[in-house]
């Protein structure tokens, strides 16, 4: 007890959050209102490095609020044109949207801010950063096949991944390509 609060109502896409509350020992019970919003879709368009749409794509929407807690939820997919769409976003709620999209290989992820105004956003997506090499065993130097790598950004920032995987387990050489880092 003795602190304020913020009581957050969500399904899978919408959000509503009440007023702050105070919960203490002389008042440990309050009643708080949350009220729904009519919320605003946030539209836009998925493009590869060149311009071209990046079709049928799985992206996300993730919201951060000002109280150390975030929430995903909403996701879609891009269409023929690379457009997307996220349904009745909340654009009242103190925090941040993030919109997350992430590749298998070539492309960065994207980590991208955004403002829930109604204005159509364009997302170009950026060639990724390539490092391959071996995994040897350091006892016998023979090769690791069918291992999972991963890449850690020591530098990265917010609104920036800071997690690659390899395009997939390695070979029987040992062999494995990360296509997806971030510059």
């Given at each position: 007890l003795d602190c304020t609060y913020?009581?957050?109502?969500?399904?899978?896409?919408?959000?509503?959050?009440?007023?702050?509350?105070?919960?203490?020992?002389e008042e440990p019970i309050r009643?708080?209102?949350?009220?729904?919003?009519?919320?605003?879709?946030?539209?836009?368009?998925?493009?590869?490095p060149e311009g071209k749409?990046?079709?049928?794509?799985?992206?996300?929407?993730?919201?951060?609020?000002l109280y150390s807690h975030g929430f995903g939820g909403n996701s879609g997919k891009t269409d023929s044109e690379g457009r997307f769409?996220?349904?009745?976003?909340?654009?009242?709620?103190?925090?941040?949207?993030?919109?997350?999209?992430?590749?298998?290989?070539a492309n960065q992820?994207?980590?991208?801010?955004?403002?829930?105004?109604?204005?159509?956003?364009?997302?170009?997506?950026?060639?990724?950063?390539?490092?391959t090499g071996q995994l040897l065993d350091a006892a016998t130097g023979w090769p690791i096949?069918?291992?999972?790598?991963l890449a850690f950004c020591k530098e990265a920032e917010k609104g920036v991944a800071w997690q690659a995987k390899a395009e997939g387990p390695t070979d029987a050489n040992g062999m494995f390509r990360l296509s997806t880092q971030s510059d």
């Open positions: 913020r009581l957050v109502w969500s399904d899978r896409d919408r959000r509503a959050m009440s007023e702050e509350i105070r919960l203490t020992a009643e708080a209102r949350i009220q729904m919003v009519e919320g605003i879709d946030v539209t836009g368009r998925l493009l590869d749409p990046i079709v049928g794509k799985e992206l996300g929407l993730h919201y951060a609020s769409v996220f349904k009745q976003v909340n654009p009242k709620l103190p925090g941040e949207y993030e919109v997350q999209v992430d590749f298998e290989r992820p994207v980590r991208r801010n955004i403002e829930v105004n109604g204005k159509p956003i364009e997302i170009r997506v950026k060639k990724g950063l390539v490092a096949p069918d291992a999972e790598v």
